[in-house]
Nanobody, 121 residues
């Protein structure tokens, strides 16, 4: 059973940058598909970025060109580099994993606890 723990959230001004980290355990052979989602109050959970074991990535239209998902040198670490942040990026961010390639759909079986990102104007 895979477990995920996010970190790196915080407050930043509009136009700033932030890097989120997700530590993944229980996937020693890197067979899980992993993704980042965000869920702000009053909204549905939104897929932000996804990556497979080969490094193929997918991004939501709203963040493409600004956010980058990547795996660390150690495969148990996942990153979300967020640049040119906007107030509308304010949300709770979660990493998720599954043996199925759900890409940006919120059907992943395992989720982290979330880390808050707040972008001020």
């Amino acid at each position: 059973q895979v477990q995920l723990v996010e970190s790196g959230g915080g407050s930043v001004q509009s136009g700033g940058s932030l890097r989120l980290s997700c530590w993944v355990s229980g996937d020693p052979y890197n067979v899980y598909y992993i993704a980042w989602f965000r869920h702000a109050p009053g909204t549905e959970r939104e897929g932000v970025a996804a990556i497979d074991s080969f490094g193929s990535t997918s991004y939501s239209y709203s963040v493409k060109g600004r956010f980058t998902i990547s795996r660390g040198h150690a495969k148990n670490t996942l990153y979300l580099h967020m640049n040119s942040l906007k107030p509308e990026d304010t949300s709770m961010y979660y990493c998720a994993a599954d043996r199925v390639d759900w890409r940006l759909y919120p059907n992943y079986s395992s989720w982290g606890q979330g880390t808050q990102v707040t972008v001020s104007s």
